[in-house]
């Protein structure tokens, strides 16, 4: 189950978090993040914000005034995991009664103020779009009072704020460029937690990539739902909003960001294949420093699940997408999400996406089992009529084959020499260096002379499912 639990990994990681202040108030911040690259990005937000209020932030919630917990509802388990995050600091509190403990992300937009009233298990609910209130909810809070802001937007992005970097390498960094999501797959929650899908101002986006460049920062990841829907200026009819301005797509914001120097390495998450144009690819293979790297998450292999999940595309179109980027981009790696079990899917479905991975042999992916969300389009109209027992041994087929596959496009990479920007030593050992090729693979080599943001050339000797091992050849 190696795969799942990377899975878990990215989806479900909590981590600490330290900022200092310039402007103390004397009291102390604890962050705790789970779910997507948005959360932990958003957490970024939520960091600068409270510093400026005159917070510092700790690790150790013991020692907090303020317990802030940024959280995911994509899965029922994600959210099954803050629950007993919860309870366990409620049970601290009874040594601190004043400790303000509030719940911030997806499951508090989700859940609204039950958490706080019916459960009773925080003092303070925060959704995304409510973070520029957060001082004033934590002194009401202080005031005696309960403190509620679920407010979706449609306009907030965050734009000027300066997230505070936090547990950063000091090489690689997020930029959110959009928020929000108008998909609607039937399956997902995010369009009910997130809100209304915005674009953010490129002008703005660019500012940070430059200021994260002149920071030592060699490595951005832009972020969004669905990437390829990016439009700054523009309305979902294609009419521009404002003649004076300029039009911005997601394939010019990249060739953008792309020129702000050629040593910072840009990637990108999410692309959604209904919406990936060649536009894109190109840009993509116009620039060296964009990475050669796609995460298009199929979901299934088969075309009527995808209709009933509401993808908006059929198994022949994206494998037309892939072709598409085989074409342009011959080395890209590529990387999917897959939902073993989704409502009414059988074996026959399910053999389809087994043999779409055969036919595409992913490089990597992300495999969940269907978890029904409350209110999606697919819990009001389909059943969850797959076993659990039949989801979870489609989901470990779906996982063994995978691992193959890992493991086949690690051995490729074998024996050839790899661009790699330094990351930092890695977990294992202080005499060894980490860091990624352009196809997102990490390498881990014996330590040189170099820095981490260094770029050097590594030969890869050797390989494991998820690594690749080598040696510097730079003189
Ligand atoms: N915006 C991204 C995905 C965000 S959620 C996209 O459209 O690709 C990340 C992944 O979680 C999804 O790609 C999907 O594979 C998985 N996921 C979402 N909802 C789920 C659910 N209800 N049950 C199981 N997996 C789910
Ligand atoms: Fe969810 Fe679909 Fe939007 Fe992705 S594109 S966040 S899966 S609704
Ligand atoms: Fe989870 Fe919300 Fe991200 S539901 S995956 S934290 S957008």
Redesign the pocket.
């Known amino acids: 189950m190696a795969e799942e639990l990377l899975a878990e990994e990215r989806q479900g990681e909590a981590t600490l978090v330290e900022a200092q202040s310039d402007l103390s108030n004397g009291k102390k911040l604890y962050l705790e993040s789970y779910g997507c690259q948005m959360n932990f990005s958003d957490s970024e937000i939520v960091a600068s914000i409270m510093t400026k209020a005159g917070y510092q932030t700790t690790r150790n919630s013991d020692e907090a005034d303020v317990v802030l917990i940024n959280t995911c509802s994509i899965r029922d388990n994600a959210e099954q995991r803050v629950r007993n995050r919860l309870t366990q600091f409620q049970k601290d509190k009874r040594n601190n009664p004043d400790k303000v403990i509030g719940i911030l992300g997806c499951m508090a937009e989700r859940l609204k103020s039950q958490l706080l009233e019916e459960e009773q298990l925080v003092d303070l609910v925060a959704g995304p779009d409510a973070y520029r209130e957060l001082p004033g909810l934590v002194s009401e809070v202080e005031s005696g009072q309960k403190a509620v802001n679920v407010l979706l937007s449609r306009e907030e992005t965050y734009a000027e704020i300066a997230p505070v970097r936090l547990d950063s390498n000091g090489i690689s960094a997020f930029i959110s460029i959009m928020r929000g ?1 108008d ?3 039937s399956f ?1 929650v ?2 009910f937690t997130r809100g209304r899908e915005r674009s953010r101002d490129p002008e703005s986006i660019v500012a940070e990539a430059k200021d994260l460049f002149d920071k030592g920062y060699r490595e951005v990841t832009l972020l969004g ?2 990437v390829d829907s990016y439009r700054w200026n523009e309305n979902k009819k294609g009419e521009i909003i404002d003649p004076a301005k300029e039009t911005v797509n997601f394939a010019q914001l990249l060739e953008k960001v792309a020129l702000v120097h050629p040593d910072l390495r840009i990637r990108f998450s ?1 692309s ?1 294949p209904k919406d990936m144009t060649d536009e894109v690819l190109h840009t993509m293979a116009k620039y060296e420093n964009i990475c050669e790297y796609i995460h298009l ?1 199929v979901q299934s292999g088969n075309s009527d699940v995808l209709k009933r999940m509401n993808r908006g595309y059929t198994r022949e179109w994206y494998f037309n997408r892939i072709e598409a980027i085989n074409r342009i981009m011959p080395n890209c790696g590529i990387s999917t999400d897959i939902i073993a079990g989704f409502c009414g899917e059988t074996e026959e479905e399910h053999k389809d996406t087994l043999s779409l991975m055969e036919e595409l042999r992913y490089d990597f992916a992300y495999m969940f089992y269907y978890s029904e969300r409350p209110k999606t389009l697919a819990a009001r109209k389909y059943e969850d009529s797959v076993s659990l027992e039949d989801k979870k041994r489609r989901l470990n087929e779906i996982i063994d084959l995978q691992m193959v596959h890992s493991l086949e496009s690690n051995k490729r990479a074998v024996g050839k020499t790899h661009k790699v920007l330094i990351e930092g030593f890695s977990k294992r050992s202080k005499e060894q260096y980490c860091g990624r090729n352009t196809q997102n693979v990490m390498i881990v080599f014996p330590k040189t002379e170099h820095k981490p943001g260094d770029y050097v050339h590594v030969k890869v000797t050797d390989c494991t499912s998820a690594t690749l091992i080598g040696e510097v050849i730079d003189a």
């Open positions: 999501c998909n609607m797959c997902c995010v369009p739902q669905n999410t959604h998450p």
